[in-house]
């Protein structure tokens, strides 16, 4: 297929990446920790970890993964924040041949009950925090064996102080009621005792059950295969060559603010970076501002991917602009489009710009992603990662031509092997000629660049005319008194939907009647909001995307 992209390319990025050499993920990583033994993999408050201790940790995790009597292919589950102990046991559950389930810590105990029996969970990696949430479900759902994680793991002396400090003074483990649990450190010693038999893992083989966000429904567990995520990290790597060099980064400081449990902090914090030879700064909630501040202070960060609303976050506060930029190479923005006007402010304070890209987690979850040496912000998504096409698509999966909207639907080898336990799902996201349908509406130019729209389910039809809520948000966040903004499209009598936003001040002076004339001189008439809210917060999930789904179905409560 005709790839006008290509021509975008900064020099030294190839057409093409191949995953020939690698057996598998934990053979990419295992090469990693020795090329980076001494170099520190990560730096949680304050503690270090190095590549060798990693590497000895793993081991030891997975010695005691098989020493449990797993069958290699099983389902282990990680729930936990981005704590030391996170990166050994990923590396370790991979290397004992195990399937990775990541889940979202702050899940209720109905979504909990619901992803471990979806996913078939044998073994559970619990932060100890949220024991309680599984000691609510029926032991017929609970994982066979249980793991608690504290906060201080793999910290020393002060690990202890801290464990002290988070159970006893400031009361984050509730009391729970599971017993014949296993602590991790018992893992470690057990497993350090134990020995090890490397699996044999081929890169077909599934590595990764990713669940969907569950924005549009109940989440969906995407099966990555060890190929899927080997070639995405080859893909990352591909791209920030320009800015990172040869060495791709080895020794630079990542900021890991986003959950690792989430795909894209799984891939780009988490396997990229270690791949790189990166150090990962851990934060373990990304909604205390001041801790990613004082870390950032701690050591200076060089590469730095988030979400719109941290960056938006970050700026809000006149401390951060007395921070260190000078050592900051990459920006990424991902997860949710970046709004142009916290791009511009980001690109004042820091002097760099945002590269937006774009993935889903059924994409590894990078697909799209702009030229990494980009000196300002595009406004698009950029062009295909090397070694994946991308096309739009009309209601029948028929290819648009250049300048038309589409679902954008992509091709590569970081495209998952289905949906878990899905066929027909499975069979309906792709086309007959191997392209995912992403759900998301955008458009190609004629040199390849990608602009998103909005989701399909997200659109608003009034009278007839599609609106779309992202183009209505870039104008609003454009306003000067706005701090944060959501549109939805509710019903309506008069035009079919009808387009409300919702908007948080930064200026408490804002009026409705501000906003609406700021509207009425940007947009046309159909596309201004009807209903306007004024709210103190607006709902978000656990990497900061604003959650427009939760707003439309309170809007919509009899």
């Known amino acids: 297929m005709e790839k006008p992209w290509l021509q975008l390319y900064p020099e030294g990025v190839p057409a093409q990446i191949s995953t020939d050499g690698y057996e598998s993920l934990p053979d990419l990583i295992g090469r990693a920790c020795k090329r980076h033994a001494h170099r520190r993999v990560a730096v949680f408050m304050g503690s270090d970890m190095s590549y060798a201790q990693l590497d000895k940790r793993a081991d030891a995790v997975a010695a005691w993964i098989q020493s449990q009597g797993l069958k290699q292919g099983s389902h282990v589950a990680i729930m936990m924040p981005n704590v030391m102990a996170y990166l050994p046991i990923l590396v370790g559950v991979l290397r004992a041949g195990m399937v990775l389930v990541n889940i979202n810590p702050m899940y209720t105990a109905d979504e909990l009950r619901h992803q471990l029996a979806d996913a078939q ?52 483990v509730p009391p729970h009621t599971l017993s014949g649990v296993t602590t991790f450190a018992q893992v470690l010693r057990q497993g350090a005792a134990s020995s090890f038999s490397p699996p044999t893992l081929k890169l077909d083989d599934v590595a990764v059950l990713q669940f969907t966000g569950g924005t549009t429904g109940r ?90 609303t941290l960056f938006n976050g970050l700026l809000n506060r006149p ?132 602009r998103i729209i909005d989701r399909k389910k997200d659109m608003i039809l009034v009278s007839g005319f599609n609106v779309y809520p992202n183009e209505v948000e870039q104008v609003v966040m454009q306003h000067p008194g706005v701090l944060e903004c959501v549109v939805v499209g509710l019903p309506s009598e008069r035009s079919g939907e009808m387009v409300k936003l919702y908007v948080v001040k930064k200026d408490p002076a804002l009026t409705e009647s501000d906003l609406r004339q700021w509207c009425a001189d940007r947009l046309t008439g159909y596309k201004r909001p009807e209903v306007i809210e004024f709210r103190s917060e607006l709902p978000k999930s656990n990497t900061g995307k604003l959650l427009r789904r939760v707003l439309r179905d309170e809007a919509l409560k009899p």
């Not at 479900?137 to 464990?163: A, F």
């Not at 590894?364 to 030229?371: D, E």
């Not at 998504?381 to 031509?401: A, F, H, N």
């Open 319 to 450: 401390e951060f602009a007395q921070l260190d930029f000078s050592r900051l190479r990459l920006c990424f923005g991902g997860g949710a489009a970046v709004q142009q006007a916290v791009a511009e402010r980001w690109h004042k304070v820091t002097g760099l710009p945002l590269i937006e890209g774009y993935g889903l987690s059924e994409t590894s979850p990078v697909a799209i992603v702009n030229p990494t040496n980009a000196t300002e912000y595009s406004g698009d998504i950029g062009i295909p990662l090397p070694s994946t096409e991308v096309v739009m698509l009309d209601g029948d999966d028929r290819k648009l031509p250049y300048g038309e909207a589409g679902e954008v639907a992509i091709r590569g080898p970081q495209v998952m092997k289905g949906y878990w336990r899905m066929p027909e799902e499975t069979q309906a996201a792709f086309t007959q000629d191997g392209y995912f349908k992403t759900g998301d509406i955008g458009i190609m130019s004629r040199q390849g660049r990608v």
């Open 121 to 172: 969970v044998d073994m559970i990696f619990l932060f100890e925090s949220f024991a309680a949430t599984l000691g609510k479900l029926e032991p017929s759902v609970r994982p066979d064996t249980v793991v608690l994680v504290s906060v201080g793991e793999l910290m020393g002396i002060k690990g202890s102080l801290v464990n002290f400090v988070a159970r006893h003074i400031k009361k984050m």
């Open 219 to 308: 989440p969906k567990g995407a099966m990555l295969t060890h190929g899927n995520l080997v070639a995405n990290v080859l893909q990352i790597q591909a791209v920030a060559r320009p800015v990172l060099g040869e060495e791709c980064g080895a020794g630079l400081v990542i900021l890991t603010a986003l959950p690792l449990y989430h795909i894209f902090a799984f891939t780009v914090c988490g396997l990229f970076a270690m791949h790189a030879g990166m150090c990962s700064v851990l934060i373990a909630d990304p909604r205390k501002l001041d801790t990613i501040i004082s870390a950032w202070r701690r050591d200076p960060v060089s590469i730095f991917p988030a979400v719109n």
